[in-house]
């Protein structure tokens, strides 16, 4: 009876074996999989991110599993997790904050998952690269570009995105250390009002409409998005202002901006560069997946002003 029961015993490891060896033989003909997190593709630049993502990726042999945070930090924690169990070989994340994916991301690392962040940063040890937009940079030269439109000066509203993001602080202080005068004693503009418009529209558009039955000159509007951009140049249509001259400042470089441009509701807009960004970021993984090649640790990726889609 022993004999019979060790018989049984060695037939039933023989077949998990064997199971477990068409198992991987099935997941070896998988693509490997490239998990991108977007904070919102409710709005429509972060589409080129997202493109640039995928089209690079499935050049190089990967599925790209796309998730939406959907403007809400409180979403990408679970993707982030989501994506680990789907067995995911790298993590490609533009976060909707800096804090939230932390312990998430953590976990991703922890298994030796390559992490790289797109156009904003994380506050974790362990990321492969952080290759994000010069955004700083950028709000600096829209208060240069003010600068030379308006020599004497004007009346300047500032709509800010997300409150503590970073885009949020660095557009803004590169803004404001040129046309604020009390960061920049030589400016001759003065700093009418400032909202938050969350880098969405309809919030940049109420906000934008409650500031213009409270001021009746507005000479500039300043938002750290294109998105918002659209909802300001709504409300001042809504309101009839059109013919007040004011001048309409975005930040990325969205197909929305350059129509309005076109149609003469905006200025120009700071352009990223997020073609590049997406695309550099799946070469960053792929050769760290294939040879271990660690990119930079900080990339910062150059902006420009731009009036015209070239």
Known sequence: MKKIT??????????????????????ENEKPKIALLMADLGNPYFHVLRDAVVNQGEELGYEVLVYDGQNDASKQPSQVEDAIQKGVNAIIINPSDESST??????????????????????????????VTDNKKGGELAGKWLENKLPEGGNVVHIEGIIGTAPQRERGG?????????????????????????????????????????????DVVFTQNDTMAVGVARAIETAGRQDDGIIVIGFDGAKEAYDLIDQGKMAVTAVQDFKFIGSESVKYVDAYLKDGTKPEPRVLVDVYMSDDKK
Do not use: W
């Open 6 to 27: 060790t018989l049984l015993l060695i037939m039933t490891l023989l077949f998990t074996m064997a199971g477990c060896g068409k198992t991987t033989t099935s997941n």
């Open 102 to 131: 932390a312990n998430s991301l953590k976990d991703a690392i922890a298994q030796d998952i390559p992490v790289v962040t797109v156009d904003r940063s994380v506050d974790v040890d362990g990321i492969l690269s952080y290759l």
């Open 174 to 218: 590169g803004f404001l250390s040129i046309v604020d005068p009390e960061k920049n004693s030589n400016s001759k503009f003065k700093i009418l009002d400032t909202a938050v418009g969350e880098f969405s529209m309809a919030p940049a558009e109420a906000a934008m409409s409650d500031l213009l039955a409270k001021h009746d000159d507005i």
